[in-house]
Protein backbone atom coordinates (compact mmCIF):
# COMPACT_ATOMS: atom_id res chain seq x y z
CA UNK A 1 0.00 0.00 0.00
CA UNK A 2 1.16 3.62 -0.91
CA UNK A 3 1.86 5.57 2.18
CA UNK A 4 -0.39 8.41 2.61
CA UNK A 5 0.98 11.63 2.47
CA UNK A 6 0.48 14.84 5.06
CA UNK A 7 1.55 18.27 4.89
CA UNK A 8 1.91 20.21 8.32
CA UNK A 9 1.68 23.69 7.43
CA UNK A 10 2.50 26.19 10.74
CA UNK A 11 1.67 30.28 9.84
CA UNK A 12 3.61 33.09 11.26
CA UNK A 13 5.42 33.45 14.28
CA UNK A 14 5.68 29.75 14.80
CA UNK A 15 9.12 29.89 13.53
CA UNK A 16 9.97 31.31 17.26
CA UNK A 17 8.73 28.89 19.11
CA UNK A 18 10.88 28.34 22.02
CA UNK A 19 11.61 31.98 22.81
CA UNK A 20 8.28 33.38 21.83
CA UNK A 21 6.16 33.41 25.05
CA UNK A 22 7.14 30.50 26.49
CA UNK A 23 4.13 31.49 29.19
CA UNK A 24 2.32 30.54 26.42
CA UNK A 25 3.30 28.45 23.78
CA UNK A 26 6.35 26.75 26.18
CA UNK A 27 9.60 25.88 25.08
CA UNK A 28 9.65 23.46 22.06
CA UNK A 29 10.96 24.65 19.18
CA UNK A 30 9.30 24.43 16.20
CA UNK A 31 11.97 21.50 14.77
CA UNK A 32 11.25 19.34 18.03
CA UNK A 33 7.31 19.54 16.70
CA UNK A 34 8.39 18.64 12.75
CA UNK A 35 10.66 15.78 14.75
CA UNK A 36 7.40 15.21 16.77
CA UNK A 37 5.36 14.92 13.47
CA UNK A 38 7.94 13.07 10.99
CA UNK A 39 8.40 10.26 13.95
CA UNK A 40 4.91 9.97 14.73
CA UNK A 41 3.75 9.96 11.02
CA UNK A 42 6.73 7.10 10.47
CA UNK A 43 4.76 4.78 13.57
CA UNK A 44 1.46 6.02 11.56
CA UNK A 45 2.99 4.51 8.58
CA UNK A 46 2.55 8.51 7.03
CA UNK A 47 4.77 10.00 4.67
CA UNK A 48 4.68 13.80 6.78
CA UNK A 49 5.84 16.94 4.94
CA UNK A 50 6.02 20.05 7.48
CA UNK A 51 6.45 23.99 6.18
CA UNK A 52 6.25 26.88 7.99
CA UNK A 53 5.80 30.32 6.59
CA UNK A 54 5.22 34.16 7.88
CA UNK A 55 3.08 35.13 4.67
CA UNK A 56 -0.14 34.24 3.93
CA UNK A 57 0.25 34.17 -0.06
CA UNK A 58 2.52 31.31 0.50
CA UNK A 59 0.42 29.51 2.51
CA UNK A 60 -2.61 29.92 0.16
CA UNK A 61 0.39 28.46 -2.65
CA UNK A 62 0.97 25.52 -0.14
CA UNK A 63 -2.39 24.50 0.22
CA UNK A 64 -3.03 24.53 -3.56
CA UNK A 65 0.54 22.75 -4.15
CA UNK A 66 -1.33 20.31 -1.51
CA UNK A 67 -4.35 19.25 -3.51
CA UNK A 68 -2.01 17.33 -6.02
CA UNK A 69 0.66 16.46 -3.87
CA UNK A 70 -0.88 15.26 0.11
CA UNK A 71 -3.97 12.93 1.04
CA UNK A 72 -4.95 15.43 4.28
CA UNK A 73 -3.55 18.54 5.34
CA UNK A 74 -3.31 19.97 9.04
CA UNK A 75 -2.98 23.22 9.66
CA UNK A 76 -1.89 25.83 12.53
CA UNK A 77 -2.34 28.94 10.88
CA UNK A 78 -1.86 31.19 13.71
CA UNK A 79 -2.94 34.84 13.86
CA UNK A 80 -3.55 34.20 10.24
CA UNK A 81 -6.23 31.74 11.69
CA UNK A 82 -8.14 34.65 12.92
CA UNK A 83 -8.17 37.59 9.96
CA UNK A 84 -7.72 35.11 6.77
CA UNK A 85 -10.35 34.63 4.52
CA UNK A 86 -7.93 33.57 1.70
CA UNK A 87 -6.56 30.82 4.06
CA UNK A 88 -10.34 29.91 4.06
CA UNK A 89 -10.40 29.99 0.67
CA UNK A 90 -7.75 28.02 -0.09
CA UNK A 91 -9.05 25.54 2.17
CA UNK A 92 -12.28 25.25 0.67
CA UNK A 93 -10.83 23.97 -2.57
CA UNK A 94 -8.40 21.34 -1.09
CA UNK A 95 -10.50 18.25 -1.01
CA UNK A 96 -9.29 15.97 1.61
CA UNK A 97 -9.03 15.75 5.10
CA UNK A 98 -8.29 19.13 6.90
CA UNK A 99 -7.39 18.98 10.73
CA UNK A 100 -7.00 22.55 12.44
CA UNK A 101 -4.42 23.02 15.41
CA UNK A 102 -3.31 25.14 18.19
CA UNK A 103 -1.06 24.88 20.69
CA UNK A 104 -3.14 27.08 23.05
CA UNK A 105 -6.55 27.09 23.99
CA UNK A 106 -7.38 30.21 21.74
CA UNK A 107 -11.30 29.97 23.40
CA UNK A 108 -9.60 30.96 26.60
CA UNK A 109 -7.67 33.66 25.54
CA UNK A 110 -8.62 37.37 24.17
CA UNK A 111 -11.69 37.70 22.19
CA UNK A 112 -10.38 37.84 18.64
CA UNK A 113 -8.52 34.39 19.21
CA UNK A 114 -12.10 32.94 19.67
CA UNK A 115 -12.94 33.08 16.01
CA UNK A 116 -10.88 30.69 13.76
CA UNK A 117 -11.75 31.08 9.83
CA UNK A 118 -10.31 27.14 9.16
CA UNK A 119 -12.44 25.60 11.47
CA UNK A 120 -15.42 26.40 9.26
CA UNK A 121 -13.66 24.25 6.94
CA UNK A 122 -11.97 21.33 9.21
CA UNK A 123 -13.07 18.42 9.39
CA UNK A 124 -11.42 18.24 13.63
CA UNK A 125 -9.95 21.62 15.49
CA UNK A 126 -7.58 20.50 18.87
CA UNK A 127 -6.35 22.97 20.79
CA UNK A 128 -4.86 23.29 23.84
CA UNK A 129 -2.71 20.23 24.07
CA UNK A 130 0.63 22.26 23.18
CA UNK A 131 2.72 19.92 21.24
CA UNK A 132 0.56 17.30 21.92
CA UNK A 133 -2.02 17.96 19.72
CA UNK A 134 0.10 17.70 16.34
CA UNK A 135 0.65 14.14 17.92
CA UNK A 136 -3.28 14.12 18.23
CA UNK A 137 -4.10 15.75 15.16
CA UNK A 138 -2.10 12.86 12.88
CA UNK A 139 -3.69 9.89 14.67
CA UNK A 140 -6.98 12.04 14.24
CA UNK A 141 -6.16 12.91 10.41
CA UNK A 142 -5.15 9.28 9.34
CA UNK A 143 -8.95 7.99 10.99
CA UNK A 144 -10.18 10.51 8.37
CA UNK A 145 -8.18 9.71 5.65
CA UNK A 146 -9.15 5.79 5.89
CA UNK A 147 -12.97 7.24 5.68
CA UNK A 148 -13.56 7.07 9.72
CA UNK A 149 -13.71 3.48 10.47
CA UNK A 150 -15.20 2.33 13.13
CA UNK A 151 -13.32 1.48 16.65
CA UNK A 152 -12.76 -2.54 16.71
CA UNK A 153 -15.01 -4.34 18.79
CA UNK A 154 -14.51 -4.82 22.76
C1 LIG B 1 -1.86 29.83 17.88
C2 LIG B 1 -2.92 30.73 18.50
C3 LIG B 1 -3.07 32.01 17.71
O1 LIG B 1 -4.05 32.84 18.29
C4 LIG B 1 -1.75 32.78 17.71
O2 LIG B 1 -1.87 33.92 16.90
C5 LIG B 1 -0.59 31.94 17.32
C6 LIG B 1 -0.53 30.54 17.74
C7 LIG B 1 -1.60 28.57 18.75
O3 LIG B 1 -1.00 27.63 18.21
O4 LIG B 1 -1.96 28.54 19.92
O5 LIG B 1 0.36 32.43 16.71
O6 LIG B 1 -2.30 29.40 16.61
Known sequence: MTELR??????PNLNLLGIRQPEIYGRTTLADIDRLCADEGARLGLSVTCRQSNH??????????ARETTDGLMINA????HSSI?????????????????????????????TSHPSARAEAVIC????EGYRVGLHGLLWLMR?????PAA
Open 128 to 131: GLGP
Open 6 to 11: VLVLNG
Open 56 to 65: EGEMVEAIHA
Open 78 to 81: AAYS
Open 86 to 114: AILDALNAYEKPVVEVHLSNIHKREGFRH
Open 147 to 151: GRPAP
